[in-house]
């Protein structure tokens, strides 16, 4: 028999447990919830503000669980192999750019090359193809590009200075390779490594050609230091100036050293002017 009048078989939360969940007994022993909504039922129950549950994580006022993050190596661990592995099983670049010369298509992807490619294909070589029949894969050669040679007048090349190839590949036609590059007649002073290598787009240039290949002599190029003014800005100036009397001797332009300095050059060139 349960005392205090509550029904058989249902036994009443305690006092403290029933205020928690927001309850409120009654004079004949029954549990109702306390009237007013969640925020009431909180009030009624007294636990206002933020309250810890069993499991450590904390309770925010809106009811929301802020769980606690746990530290899980075995996961970490398990991202880490299946990150390695992808990067294990990734593609070499002599299957990616591996090419069927019958149809055209690469056999990865089965996409077909562009129709304007497949004389170069037929004619030319990638890059690596010409470094690995030589002696220390090339190291100090100079190579160039057919589309340089019809595009530019200036020499445009690149000199050899480390090479990686893929060992992997059937005739060792792949890889990677580093070098100093002239374009146009402009040569960089830092190592960059050489893009497109697998492009049917490469020339050796012959070790008795090299110097004439290179030899340029550059053109002084030509600075332009004013520009006429558009229409519109012209005919505001010339009504300006004739508004203002001044009279109109000469075509308005544009100062390109004036216009293309920038505020910090101008204070600067301000500053270290002669005191009057």
């Known amino acids: 028999m349960q005392s205090g009048g509550a029904r058989r078989g249902v036994s009443a939360p305690p006092a403290a447990c029933a205020a928690a969940q927001g309850f409120r007994r009654t004079r004949s022993g029954h549990c109702t919830r306390a009237p007013g909504g969640f925020r009431a039922r909180r009030e009624a129950a007294g636990r206002g503000g933020p309250r810890r549950s069993v499991s450590g994580s904390r309770v925010l006022r809106g009811g929301a669980m802020a769980r606690k993050k746990l530290h899980r190596p075995i996961a970490a661990m398990a991202k880490k192999i299946r990150e390695y592995r992808a990067l294990k099983n990734r593609p070499r670049d002599s299957e990616r750019f591996a090419l069927d010369y019958e149809t055209m298509r690469r056999p990865l992807t089965q996409k077909r090359l562009p129709v304007l490619a497949w004389e170069d294909v037929r004619n030319e070589n990638r890059l690596l193809a010409l470094l690995c029949r030589l002696p220390r894969l090339g190291v100090g050669r100079t190579v160039t590009r057919k589309s340089w040679l019809w595009a530019y007048e200036e020499p445009c090349y690149w000199v050899i200075t480390k090479v990686k190839a893929d060992y992997t590949a059937e005739n060792m036609d792949h890889g990677r390779a580093w070098g100093y590059l002239t374009f146009r007649g402009k ?57 203002e009397g001044k009279p109109i001797t000469e075509e308005p332009m544009i100062d390109l050293e004036k216009v293309m300095a920038s505020p910090h050059q101008r204070a600067k060139k301000k500053a270290t002017g002669t005191l009057v």
């Open 187 to 243: 040569t960089e002073e830092e190592v960059r490594e050489i893009n497109k290598v697998m492009y049917h787009d490469w020339r050796m240039v012959p070790k008795h050609e090299e110097e004439a290949f290179k030899k340029f002599t550059p053109v002084q190029e030509e600075t332009i230091r004013y520009l006429p003014y558009p229409p519109l800005l012209r005919a505001m100036i010339l009504a300006q100036w004739q508004k």
